[in-house]
């Protein structure tokens, strides 16, 4: 009897209403479908899996209070889940666009297709081959020629800055969309898709944008490693990743140390990043480097005399972004002043340029500038207060030794009064939240940046 099984969720739904906020409530339960009772078991249908998953992590206690009270010491719930088992027919499902406003799906399309964000600057033929980036390179080919289907899924790509990571990424998404443009490829930043899932939750619209990444058809996520103290994306993320991942979609991401290294990450996604391959992005030597900047000079190439380059590439190892930037300046400097290109004038940029390449600065004179900077002392920044002004400059000092040093987390909160490595994080998150909403702060911190800076380069 429909009545019968409709009432009792009702009254189960009243009860839980009693035990959750209102708009947890609205998100989580509203959707929910009773479908069938039989012999003690309430059978309700749950949009897809990733409610399901949410639903026994977040709310199983008062679940099963309300399923006790209502259908007494035996009452069982057992759960429906719809769309899941048939990921097709809910690629199909016509989209509410109305309502999701949803700024990457084109409409019209018989098949959603999705806004690739896919740089088409960056491709395999102008990214150089070397042994530095051999694996990741032969990982991508095979991938572009087989997404979802080889066992590189997810595939890490992991480097030091400016060493081709995000090049590689792109390389892979072109190359996909060349052989078939109705693949849906989506490339987006960790910061963006962070952004995304904030203002999901804030509108209610979880649901939508999950439906939205259920689109995807290779998935690229670039610099993973700030997922870190975002536990909210992470775990929105992993449902992602999971559904994903069942469905054979391709998985790409990038980040700046090993999976195993990352800090701040559940130990769940890291296990889950681990299941395919994970490739590194070395430094590239000598004659690699040579070839990169011949490769991007492209005509350019014979305003610059080969010496020059040679010095250039045998003087900036560590960071192709670097290196360009060099090279860009040099005929920028050379076409301003109607100069030559020479070793003299390479000279000068580079060490404008890389004025602090192998200088470095410690966590503890970090604090000392904020501290100064605040009128602050050491000792109340190495304290437990909470008092706001101390507060915020442990915070900063915390921000910008992550910035400026290549000190660990947890080395970072030992400097600074003993904290561990999730109060670094919150820290840090909180002093880039800061940034984007807080104009004034922004500028203390440009002016503290300035400052390490200045003192870098004494
Ligand atoms: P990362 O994401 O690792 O910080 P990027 O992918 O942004 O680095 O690369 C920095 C710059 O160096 C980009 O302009 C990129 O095109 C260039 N680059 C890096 N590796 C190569 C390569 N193997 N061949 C050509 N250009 C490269
Ligand atoms: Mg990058």
Known sequence: MKE?????????????????????FDTWFKPIKPIKFESDVLTIQVPNRFFYDWIEEHYLTTLKKSIYQVLGPNGQLEYKIVVDKNTQRQIEKPIDLSRIKNPFVIPGLKRSKVQSNINPKYTFDNYIAGDCNRLGRSAGEAIAKKPGGTAFNPLVIYGGVGLGK?????????????KDNTHNVYYQTTEAFTTQIVNAIKNNSIQDLLNYYQLIDTLIIDDIQFLSGREKTQDIFFNIFNQLQQTNKQIILTSDKPPKDLEGISDRLINRFKWGLTADVKAPDFETRLAIIEAKLGTDIEKVPKKVMEFVCFNIKKNIRELEGVLISLMA????????????????????????????????NIAKL?????????????????KRDVVTARQLSMYLAKNFTKSSLKEIGHHLGGKDHSTVIYSINTVKDLIHTDPLFKETVAELKKKVELSLMN
């Open 4 to 24: 019968s099984y409709d009432a009792l969720w009702e009254n189960c739904l009243s009860i839980i209403k009693k035990n959750v906020n209102e708009k947890s």
């Open 166 to 178: 995000t090049h590689l990424a792109h390389a892979i998404g072109n190359a996909i969309l060349a």
């Open 333 to 364: 400097h050379a076409n301003l002043n109607d100069e030559s290109v020479d070793i003299n004038l390479a000279k000068d940029v580079i060490r404008k340029f890389v004025s602090h390449e192998n200088k470095s600065i410690s966590v503890e």
């Open 370 to 386: 904020v501290a100064e900077h605040f009128s602050v002392s050491m000792d109340k920044l190495h304290s437990n207060t909470r």
